[in-house]
């Protein structure tokens, strides 16, 4: 019985929660089954801006900022986030997390110019890593027209990034994939196949035929 006043109780606080930041914040949260939010630090201006959290989601210490309109927070069931860093800038952007993915610990996924980050299930991303998928400035030619172009990030299911990894605009990694902790990745010229190591900076095929385990077997 005190078992269930409890949870009880933990479901209207989070029911409180959720009702003042969909009144007081610009942004629409909805949450699945068993859902926690623990000091989450979110910043928010525009409209439209939304964030949907999946079933037994845990978010602790989580810093959101979004600034723009129509942009959308999607992170899928079994997720359990502490320290990571949200930002979006400018209109219709996305950040989807599928489920089972660990993320580490002071890890930016910074989604701007309408762009698009994508991160796959079954994924672990270390910590102190980032992803970025625009310069956040302008880089022109002769001509005057600006050539650095914003791209989306999408990584696959299953693959593994060591920590302290900067990902660009445009990188597009297959499933089951490594990337070796410290690399610079930026969009590839050649063409990966899934079960690739790549590392270095910046980052270039390093072993083919590859796959990993979480566990040390």
Not at 57 to 65: D, M, P, R, T
Not at 117 to 146: A, P, W
Request: proline residues 1%.
């Amino acid at each position: 019985m005190a078992r269930f006043k409890i949870k009880a109780i933990m479901t209207l606080l989070m029911t409180i929660k959720i009702w003042f930041l969909n009144n007081f914040k610009h942004v629409k949260i909805s949450v699945g089954k068993n859902c926690i939010i623990k000091n989450l630090k979110l910043a928010s201006c525009g409209s439209g801006n939304v964030i949907n959290l999946g079933d037994n989601v845990i978010l602790k210490n989580v810093s959101i900022k979004i600034f723009g309109n129509n942009n959308l927070i999607e992170i899928n069931n079994c997720n359990n986030l502490s320290e990571v860093r949200f930002v979006m800038e400018d209109n219709e952007n996305r950040i989807e997390i599928g489920e089972n993915t660990y993320i580490g610990e002071e890890t930016l996924l910074a989604a701007l110019e309408g762009k698009k980050i994508k991160i796959g299930s079954k994924c672990v991303i270390s910590g102190f890593c980032e992803f970025r998928t625009s310069d956040s400035h302008s880089v022109l030619n002769g001509e005057g027209r600006r050539i650095n172009l914003s791209k989306d990030i999408i990584i696959n299911d299953h693959c593994w990034i060591g920590t302290q990894c900067l990902i660009l605009k445009g990188v597009n990694m297959p499933s089951d994939c490594v990337i070796a902790a410290r690399s610079l990745v930026l969009e590839m010229k050649v063409d990966v196949k899934a079960g690739t190591l790549i590392g270095g900076s910046p980052a270039k095929i390093l072993k083919k035929d590859i796959n990993w385990h979480k566990e040390r077997i």
